[in-house]
T-cell receptor, first 115, second 111 residues
Framework: GENVEQHPSTLSVQEGDSAVIKCTYS??????FPWYKQELGKGPQLIID?????GEKKDQRIAVTLNKTAKHFSLHITETQPEDSAVYFC??????????????FGKGTSLLVTP | DVKVTQSSRYLVKRTGEKVFLECVQD?????MFWYRQDPGLGLRLIYF???????EKGDIPEGYSVSREKKERFSLILESASTNQTSMYLC??????????FGPGTRLTVL
């Protein structure tokens, strides 16, 4: 089955700096790669996603890049703010009907943005 | 917006008890999922369902069962709770594009 590796497990940056979280996946059939943010006491919330037909996607301060050949994808947060502090999860799926869009998650990155 | 609700935010049970965790979604989605989340292990799929009365095992189904009698409701059952089932349990349902919408989670402690 799919194996998703996520690094680093913890990341501390100063406010205004950039943060990068990287993930690799093993199943070349995977074609959907979402990123989730989880704040304390809440369920994960989708912040951005990318599909295999594009290499990069951006939404304000957040961007995701995908390298299908190398089977890795990354989350980039620019101009970080204290409210970006949370746990971030990457995931991968091939969205086939018999998997019901089940996601395989990385183990998470705890991001701390210090003022 | 998709709304996914879970019956309890916090639950404390004793070893050997039967535990029901309920999840309800309001978008008439066919697929629903149960994950457990543990520190350092991320989210792991326990069971999922792609239609009423249909269920499929995920990666870690041992010790759990599920019930899907109505489309909007997906229940996770711990037949005989054990201390190693102390965890955060998350229910989710996917939207049209495959993105999953999560409930707020139930933090279960088994004593």
């Amino acid at each position: 089955g799919e194996n998703v590796e996520q690094h680093p497990s913890t990341l501390s940056v100063q406010e205004g700096d950039s943060a990068v979280i990287k993930c690799t996946y093993s199943d070349s059939a995977s074609n959907y790669f979402p990123w989730y943010k989880q704040e304390l006491g809440k369920g994960p919330q989708l912040i951005i996603d990318i599909r295999s037909n594009v290499g990069e996607k951006k939404d304000q301060r957040i961007a995701v890049t995908l390298n299908k050949t190398a089977k890795h994808f990354s989350l980039h947060i620019t101009e970080t703010q204290p409210e970006d502090s949370a746990v971030y999860f990457c995931a991968a799926s091939h969205g086939g009907s018999n998997s019901g869009y089940a996601l395989n998650f990385g183990k998470g990155t705890s991001l701390l943005v210090t003022p | 917006d998709v709304k996914v609700t879970q019956s309890s935010r916090y639950l404390v049970k004793r070893t050997g008890e039967k535990v029901f965790l309920e999840c309800v979604q309001d978008m008439d989605h066919e697929n629903m999922f149960w994950y457990r989340q543990d520190p350092g292990l991320g989210l792991r799929l326990i069971y999922f369902s792609y239609d009423v009365k249909m269920k499929e095992k995920g990666d870690i189904p041992e010790g759990y069962s599920v019930s899907r009698e109505k489309k909007e409701r997906f229940s996770l059952i711990l037949e005989s709770a054990s201390t190693n089932q102390t965890s955060m349990y998350l229910c989710a349902t996917p939207g049209q594009g495959g993105e999953q919408f999560f409930g707020p989670g139930t933090r279960l402690t088994v004593l």
